[in-house]
């Protein structure tokens, strides 16, 4: 396969999930209707963010993939993070499973933890274009806690 082949490949797939978590979520998405913590962004800025992230992260699966790179650990890790990632909009907006979304935001953030490290190792530029996502994660779960705290 060509090396425009797998990187369109790779961002298409996280692009496409994303947006089909979004169509799902849209109905229930009560974002504005929410005591939101100190620093939370206006809502307009997740699609365009989450949109971002999920290019970055084609980029860098499709570098390790188009250098063979990817490894079964990899592709475990990668497909892991992204079905966490893809989860946690529907138990926090549609399910309104505030708390739970909070642990499972945990476990997505070590995730992407993971994967930065496992990328890094394998191509520097690879996890270092996984930074924002991880630091989008952390800040995440801090908007993820400040909602379920202010909201109770």
Do not use: H
Request: charged share 15%; hydrophobic share 55%.
């Amino acid at each position: 396969m060509s090396k425009t082949k797998i990187y369109l490949k790779s961002i298409i797939i996280p692009v496409i999930i994303g947006g089909i978590v979004g169509l799902i979520i849209s109905k229930f998405i009560d974002y504005n209707l929410l005591q939101k913590p100190p620093l939370a962004p206006p809502a307009i800025l997740f699609p365009i963010i989450w949109t971002i992230l999920y290019i970055l992260m084609g980029i860098s699966y499709g570098r390790l993939k188009s250098k063979e790179l990817i490894d079964e650990e990899i592709n475990r890790i990668y497909y892991i993070q992204l079905a966490l990632n893809a989860l946690w909009p529907i138990f926090f907006f549609v399910f309104k499973w505030r708390l739970f979304s909070f642990v499972w935001i945990i476990l997505l953030t070590i995730a992407v933890l993971l994967m930065v490290i496992k990328f890094y190792k394998n191509d520097k530029l690879a996890g270092l274009l996984q930074i924002p996502y991880l630091l989008w994660s952390i800040f995440a779960t801090y908007l993820n806690l400040g909602v379920y705290i202010l909201n109770n």
